[in-house]
């Protein structure tokens, strides 16, 4: 993607930093709070990697912490998959977890689906590839609504990178843009997906998969 000069992005000013490492990889805590809209309360925060090649000045996870009615938590990041390869992923995380709570085991999971600009709502029983009805790759978004905290993740062909994110933090600053297609989910009540995201990551390639997981549930508490 072919990325505007610095002083052309819409930014967030005043953020706080804070450079950190785990296992000799090294990121920098970029954090933007009480950003009002609406009658709510809304921190920001974002994970950038440093130095290693291909990563450095990338953001990693996002989050958003949200106070008003009731505290919501929610933490995202760009993925690398296709529907197809999205579901069938999805399909084995949820054979494997599903067991653990009794109160899921042989029910239909509720998804809101949308199809060129149209939501429709199905309930579905694994596995997920077999009985979605839709053509897979008309999909351009889709939630799974889940006691365990919801998951939501969006589709597109041409995905928008950053890569010069530290360009900003070191002017004290954060673009607004954020990358797509994303991966997001509910941690207000648990970071049981933060292993599945790990999985999907665009830079589950290049960081091994217990740094991701480690700074993707960071990003659940982290703050400056």
Do not use: C
């Not at 579905?124 to 889709?142: T, V, Y």
């Not at 290049?206 to 700074?215: D, G, R, V, Y």
């Amino acid at each position: 993607m072919n990325e505007r000069p610095t002083d052309e992005e819409p930014v967030y000013p005043h953020v706080r930093l804070d450079t950190r490492e785990i296992d000799g990889f090294s990121y920098v805590i970029a954090d933007i709070g009480s950003l009002r809209q609406s009658g709510v309360t809304r921190d920001h925060t974002r994970l950038i990697g440093l130095k290693q090649r291909g990563v450095a000045g990338h953001p990693l996870v996002y989050s958003d912490s949200y106070s008003g009615m009731r505290d919501d938590l929610y933490i995202y990041a760009r993925h690398r998959v296709s529907q197809k390869d999205f579901f069938s992923r999805l399909d084995a995380f949820l054979e494997t977890t599903l067991p653990n709570f009794p109160e899921l085991t042989g029910k239909p999971l509720l998804f809101s689906f949308q199809v060129d600009g149209d939501f429709v709502d199905v309930e579905l029983s694994l596995p997920l590839l077999r009985n979605i009805e839709l053509p897979l790759d008309q999909i351009d978004f889709a939630r799974l609504s889940i006691n365990v905290g919801d998951i939501a993740v969006e589709f597109n062909t041409t995905p928008v990178i950053s890569s010069q994110e530290t360009a900003f933090t070191q002017k004290g600053a954060l673009r607004r843009q954020l990358e797509s297609p994303l991966f997001g989910f509910d941690a207000s009540r648990s970071d049981l997906w933060a292993s599945f995201l790990a999985q999907i990551h665009w830079a589950s390639g290049l960081i091994s998969k217990k740094i991701l997981q480690t700074l993707i549930r960071s990003a659940a508490t982290v703050k400056t």
